[in-house]
């Protein structure tokens, strides 16, 4: 399990797999927390707890006192010795914004360090399971095929696909639009179902 990397694939085919009201980002951060035998914090921009997936579960609260009494936090994508466990490292991920606020992710990790693209891949499946299952608009999920094909990852498109029962095979051409930063919301909501009208 420690040698197997492939977390974004594995994360996505189990939850998918699962019943529609247990397809949420608590769900993927549990999944992760099991594998990786870490505690998984997932904050607003300002460190505001959203979810919290304790490893073990019995250390929930020790946990949360543990961060209110922290000095500071690490950098985006660096760790610093922790004290709320012993040989514990804090490391911390911003989850960039998709139409909503940027979150930070934070690792608790006792012992044996986790291997560096294990995190790495942490790090992308939770921005995955916050754009697909963590918010209702679908369009910020669709967002991440098109990231996917665009990247040429293969796996994680068939994944994607599957999800999102859409046929990538069938897909021939793509047409990429500019609007000003100041006549986007205006775009989305006038010119986006007049393209539709038109291409339907």
């Known amino acids: 399990r420690a040698d197997h990397t492939f977390l974004v694939s594995e994360i996505l085919a189990r939850v998918s797999d699962l019943p529609p009201h247990q397809r949420t980002i608590s769900t993927v951060l549990k999944m992760l927390s099991d594998r990786i035998s870490a505690s998984l914090i997932l904050c607003d921009a300002s460190f505001q707890i959203l979810h919290l997936i304790a490893w073990p579960r019995s250390e929930e609260t020790a946990i949360k006192r543990g961060l209110e009494q922290l000095d500071a936090f690490p950098a985006d994508q660096q760790s610093t010795a922790c004290t709320i466990f012993p040989d514990s490292r804090l490391y911390r991920f911003s989850i960039p914004a998709e139409h909503g606020t940027e979150m930070e992710l934070l690792v608790l990790k006792e012992g044996v360090l986790p291997d560096g693209m ?83």
């Open 118 to 200: 294990i995190l790495t891949q942490l790090a992308d499946v939770v921005r995955l399971g916050i754009n697909i299952w963590g918010q209702e608009r679908s369009e910020v999920a669709i967002h991440e095929l098109i990231r996917a094909i665009l990247q040429d990852e293969p796996i994680k498109m068939r994944q994607l696909s599957n999800i999102f029962h859409i046929d990538v095979a069938n897909i021939n051409e793509m047409w990429m639009l500019r609007c000003d930063e100041s006549q986007i919301e205006r775009f989305r909501r006038e010119g986006l179902p007049l393209l539709r009208d038109h291409l339907g």
